[in-house]
């Protein structure tokens, strides 16, 4: 990994790389046979252009670009870390429309959640991985629901699965890459609205029931794909 990491510094690497991954998760796309379940919400917000907060696993984000009909990512931005990993997401979902806000709303993430704000009050709207971009796995942080106290935006919470995958078992995510050809389906739950006045121990009740909302839809389209499903993190690991 050493001998790795001067490598892809260079920026002409990351482009190839960026180009690499677009094609390829056009190629999954393209010759699977991918269904979406229970969209309507998140569909006729994008079409009405108005603001929602999309949100899912770091692990399932490959095909996220796609978890939309008719690809309404004009207005949609997505939460991304100042990493070199993130820079790397942050130039692939460019090639899908979808815009990127750079920072955390963990430590030292001030200036990414006032820019997510700004987004959301201009009628745009903006995705997290709540677990990210370090987890741990499959648990959700504050933030995302601090943003929708302060936006009003609703939180809509999705997962997806493929029949033929791997896992990259050692990723602290356990990321699941899809496999050409291969049967796919994305579910969405029901929207999640935070009241402006709540208080900390309402957003508390409100973050485990996202947390245990994405679970259960990643539990569930796991074993709609005849997966085993992958669990969370332990709760220590927070």
Same mark, same amino acid.
């Given at each position: 990994?050493?001998?790795?990491?001067?490598?892809?510094?260079?920026? @002409?690497?990351? /482009?190839?790389?960026? *180009?690499?991954?677009?094609?390829?998760?056009?190629?999954?796309?393209?010759?699977?046979?991918?269904?979406?379940?229970?969209? *309507?919400?998140?569909? &006729?917000? @994008? /079409?009405?252009?108005?603001?929602?907060?999309?949100?899912?696993?770091?692990?399932?984000?490959?095909?996220?670009?796609?978890?939309?009909? *008719?690809?309404?990512?004009?207005?949609?931005?997505?939460?991304?870390?100042?990493?070199?990993?993130?820079?790397?997401? +942050?130039?692939?979902?460019? /090639?899908?429309?979808?815009?990127?806000? %750079?920072?955390?709303?963990?430590?030292?993430? @001030?200036?990414?959640?006032?820019?997510?704000?700004?987004?959301?009050?201009?009628?745009?709207?903006?995705?997290?991985?709540?677990?990210?971009?370090?987890?741990?796995?499959?648990?959700?942080?504050?933030?995302?629901?601090?943003? /929708?106290?302060?936006?009003?935006?609703?939180?809509?919470?999705?997962?997806?699965?493929?029949?033929?995958?791997?896992?990259?078992?050692?990723?602290?995510?356990?990321?699941?890459?899809?496999?050409?050809?291969?049967?796919?389906?994305?579910?969405?739950?029901?929207?999640?609205?935070?009241?402006?006045? @709540?208080?900390?121990? %309402?957003?508390?009740?409100?973050? &485990?029931?996202?947390?245990? %909302?994405?679970?259960?839809? %990643?539990?569930?389209?796991?074993?709609?794909?005849?997966?085993?499903?992958?669990?969370? +993190?332990?709760?220590?690991?927070?």
């Amino acid at each position: 990994m050493r001998v790795l990491k001067p490598v892809l510094r260079s920026g @002409a690497v990351r /482009a190839v790389l960026c *180009g690499v991954g677009t094609l390829y998760i056009r190629l999954l796309w393209r010759s699977g046979r991918w269904e979406i379940r229970d969209a *309507g919400v998140a569909e &006729r917000l @994008a /079409a009405e252009q108005r603001p929602f907060i999309g949100c899912f696993w770091h692990g399932r984000m490959l095909m996220m670009p796609f978890s939309l009909r *008719g690809g309404r990512h004009s207005r949609l931005h997505m939460l991304i870390s100042s990493h070199r990993d993130g820079q790397l997401i +942050a130039r692939t979902v460019k /090639a899908f429309g979808i815009g990127s806000v %750079t920072g955390s709303t963990r430590k030292g993430g @001030a200036a990414a959640f006032r820019s997510i704000l700004r987004l959301l009050r201009d009628d745009e709207s903006i995705c997290f991985t709540p677990d990210g971009p370090r987890g741990p796995r499959m648990r959700v942080s504050p933030g995302i629901v601090q943003a /929708a106290r302060l936006s009003g935006a609703p939180i809509l919470p999705v997962s997806y699965s493929a029949r033929r995958a791997l896992v990259i078992s050692r990723s602290w995510d356990r990321f699941l890459v899809p496999l050409p050809f291969s049967r796919g389906l994305f579910l969405w739950g029901a929207p999640l609205e935070v009241p402006r006045d @709540a208080d900390d121990a %309402t957003l508390e009740v409100l973050r &485990r029931r996202l947390e245990n %909302t994405l679970n259960g839809l %990643t539990a569930e389209a796991d074993r709609l794909c005849g997966r085993d499903p992958i669990g969370p +993190a332990p709760e220590t690991a927070r």
